[in-house]
């Protein structure tokens, strides 16, 4: 994606002092960056804080995601925002979720429309409450014909339950005669899950320090590079951002082959 340097540097100045936007280069900005948002709640408690604060606070780290994407040229950033297991949550924690999510999609839509941002969603959206669903089809449709980065929502989204869906669809064209079962491959597998048409994410980070995929992208994070960092979603800013750039771009990726120096 096209970068805007002159609104980069403006929005990465006063750097703090181990890291500056000299650090990362700029014509090897990963394609996709991927975020499993993790740590709202500790983030509350450690203050004294109700959790709902720290899932307040996260939306205005997301906006900060969101922005800090575009400045950087990403093409597809995505976000784990809910899981299929989070519904386990106690019920007025999922009710403020849907409810954060139906507002904040709202108040933003005019930020999608500034940087051509385009929606995006993954994930089973009829199991949601209507007004969310509403909100989400919304942000599709005033999106529709942006054209700049794509921003991806995983929202009742579970990987396991994504890929056995692809099987079954697959298995319905078999049925129909439409595909011959030796025809199926990874590519064709790969049509059927949300991400269809998207590269798979170069970089995954999680915040709040857990090593764990929990569920998340499991196809599409086969090559993929993790960041892991302790630092708690609602603190995690454009240079933590940068941070997990910086440590992607010194890394080989090798791909199973050897290392490419
Ligand atoms: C993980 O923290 C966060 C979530 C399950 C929800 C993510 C939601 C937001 C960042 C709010 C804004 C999102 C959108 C899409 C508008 P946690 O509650 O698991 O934290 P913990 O591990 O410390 O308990």
Known sequence: MQIDEDKLRSYYAEAPEDISLADVDLARIPHHVSIIMDGNGRWAQARGLDRSEGHVAGVDSLREAVTTSVRLGVDVFSVYAFSTENWRRPQHEVDLLMHLFATTLVAELPLFHQENVKLRFFGDLDALPQETRDVFQQGLDETADHTGMTFALAVNYGSRAEIVKAARELAAEAVRGDIQPQDIDADMLAGHLYTAGLPDPELLIRTSGEQRLSNYLLWQLAYTEFYVTDTYWPDFSRW??????????????????VVNK
């Open 240 to 257: 933590d951002y940068l941070r997990a750039i910086r440590d992607f771009q010194g890394r080989h990726r090798r791909f199973g082959g």
